[in-house]
């Protein structure tokens, strides 16, 4: 079992930045390949970036790509989003997920999920 727990939400305005963490305990973090997650009121969940076990390849959605980054550091066993240039439309609650598989943690087939924490972007 891998507990994940995010922190690092808030009410930021547009064009500012934040820097989500997903910290990790229990089996090994450096096991699996992690990721992050969004879901705005209303709508499906939707992928925004992934790294893989030893940090050295994200991946990102089309619509975060240039303005987000994520990273590990599994000697902290914990991973973060690092927001910038925020929008309205990046207002979700977002979480993180972790998997031995990558396809697993880029399509939300991950069994081990945080509870979510909330990014609120004002225009």
């Known amino acids: 079992q891998v507990q994940l727990v995010e922190s690092g939400g808030g009410l930021v305005q547009a064009g500012g930045s934040l820097r989500l963490s997903c910290a990790a305990s229990g089996r090994t973090f450096s096991n699996y390949h992690a990721g992050w997650f969004r879901q705005a009121p209303g709508k499906d969940r939707e992928f925004v970036a992934a790294?893989?076990?030893?940090?050295?390849?994200?991946y990102y959605a089309d619509s975060v790509k240039g303005r987000f980054t994520v990273s590990r550091d599994n000697a902290k066993n914990t991973m973060w989003l690092q927001m910038n240039s925020l929008k309205p439309e990046d207002s979700a609650v977002y979480y993180c997920t972790a998997s031995s598989t990558m396809v697993a943690v880029r399509t939300g087939g991950s069994n081990y999920w945080g509870q979510g924490t909330q990014v609120t972007v004002s225009s």
């Open positions: 790294i893989n076990w030893s940090g050295s390849t994200p």
